[in-house]
């Protein structure tokens, strides 16, 4: 399952335009990595996406005895409905009862009972695809024994949900989710007194409610824990951080009320639509063509789709700008060289080179060396030793061999890509500016170091690496 948001899905998520319904999937500018469809709804057009199928709990959350549509929601019952709606690779959700009201306790044992038998018939009836489920607590300690006890049935994919009744205690939440990701993934995090300490941040502390849960070990380093419900950029910030998926419907409740987004850093903020500045983002500029105006309410559905479509946009925009950037690497080709061809990666052979070539290799990025005689050149790209130092080119060489490069660095990389210069002042200078110029983040993690202090951090970063991928 991948990481990151999954908008949810509305009834008739187009707009129409000269009788066609144009979906708000294909006017956005990046699409979500994934979307929720509740079996609470029927959508009409529904996007070739991955989906995670829930059962919407939060539409019977008032009833003791969970129905949707006048049927019984369980596990069997659920399972015959993701048979109709879901398809290879989608995440299908267990049916779950949200802790309120009278019957907390019936309530858990409804759920923890859906769960033993929906992995079985997930299992039988719908293997292609990944069975999910959620953990509910009214305290930490219940929420982890919960996580423990749905890691035993077999369950690696597991939510975290009755958080948005609480949306506005951000810390607590994040104390939570943070505490139960980190148990299940780490083996070295037991419940340790600062865990149970943690329970007082919730009022309400219960006992695990159902007797005779299985002890299973609770540490899946590969498990994956989705959030439901909490979609706001600071929750999403952190969850991206943290390497979680999380959903929200937030873009389209405010489309309904008549709230425009309008970004702020790395803020979103709802502006009424009669205040609202005329936007040009992506969206509505496709918009504007089709003579839909995001801005206008009371006038017919269209313009209130487009609104939401406008909102989702700038949600997922926001969202991009917590997602680490994709790096290149360069290195300077420089130094000691083989007499013979050989690949470039193998042909300089001087320490820092090499130990420059161990780092990039490590960070599992694209890298290419600069070199000034060949400008940019693939590490795995054979070549002849040759004889020409950065020292020997003019003012006016160096700028022309610093546009090529930058020119040829351009042609590889798209626009979100991060330029990271493990080389010397030459071999970066102008073309630093250059790529700044075109739009590029550049970075110089080694700017002010000697040659033996380079050597020295790298080292230290190659042992921080070691250490992380043992703890892991
Ligand atoms: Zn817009």
Redesign the pocket.
């Known amino acids: 399952m991948k990481l990151g948001f999954y908008p949810v899905l509305g009834k008739s998520d187009f707009v129409r335009s000269k009788g066609k319904k144009i979906p708000i999937w294909q006017l956005l500018e990046y699409q979500p990595v994934g979307w929720l469809y509740s079996l609470a709804i029927k959508a009409e057009i529904v996007p070739d996406s991955p989906i995670v199928h829930d059962c919407g709990s939060f539409n019977y959350r008032d009833q003791d005895i969970p129905t949707l549509n006048g049927k019984y929601v369980d596990a069997y019952w659920s399972i015959h409905r993701y048979r109709e709606r879901s398809k290879v690779g989608d995440i299908i959700v267990c049916p779950d009862h949200l802790l309120v009201g009278e019957n907390i306790r019936e309530r858990q044992e409804y759920n923890l009972k859906q769960a033993e038998t929906f992995i079985q018939l997930a299992k039988s009836y719908l293997p292609n695809r990944i069975p999910l489920a959620v953990i509910h607590g009214q305290s930490l300690s219940e929420r982890l024994e919960v996580a423990k006890y749905l890691l035993g049935l077999g369950y690696r994919h597991l939510g975290i949900g009755g958080l948005v009744s609480q949306a506005r205690e951000y810390s607590i939440n994040l104390h939570i989710i943070k505490t139960i990701t980190q148990v299940v993934r780490s083996p070295k995090a037991g419940v340790s007194p600062s865990l149970i300490d943690s329970e007082r941040v919730l009022p309400k502390a219960g006992a695990m409610p159902t007797a005779g849960v299985a002890i299973a070990p609770l540490h899946e380093p590969n498990a994956h824990l989705h959030v439901f419900g909490l979609c706001s950029p600071q929750y999403a910030k952190a969850f991206i951080q943290m390497g979680l998926s999380f959903d929200g419907s937030t873009f389209i409740r405010e489309g309904l009320g008549g709230g425009m987004f309008v970004s702020h850093e790395e803020k979103l903020i709802r502006i009424p639509t009669h205040c609202a500045p005329k ?3 992506h ?2 500029r496709v918009l504007n063509r089709h003579r839909i105006d ?1 801005r206008l309410t009371n006038k017919g559905r269209t313009h209130t789709m487009g609104r939401i479509a ?1 909102n989702l ?2 949600v997922i925009s926001t969202y991009r700008k917590f997602t680490p950037k994709e790096k290149i690497y360069l290195v300077a080709g420089c130094g000691k060289q083989l007499t013979y061809p050989a690949a470039a990666k193998d042909l300089y052979y001087s320490q820092h080179f090499q130990a420059c070539r161990r780092y990039v290799e490590e960070q599992e990025s694209r890298w290419y060396i600069l070199s000034p005689l060949h400008q940019v050149i693939n590490p795995e790209a054979i070549i002849k030793p040759y004889d020409k130092s950065p020292y020997s080119l003019s003012h006016q060489e160096r700028i022309l061999w610093a546009q090529q490069v930058a020119e040829s660095l351009i042609q590889v990389a798209s626009p979100e890509i991060e330029f990271v210069f493990l080389t010397g002042k030459l071999y970066r200078q102008e073309v630093t500016s250059i790529l700044q110029a075109n739009g590029y983040a550049t970075k110089v993690p080694m700017q002010h170091l000697a040659i033996g202090q380079q050597l020295a951090w790298i080292k230290k970063e190659l042992e921080q690496e070691k250490q992380l991928v043992l703890d892991i």
């Open positions: 936007c040009n983002c969206v509505c995001p406008h946009n700038l």
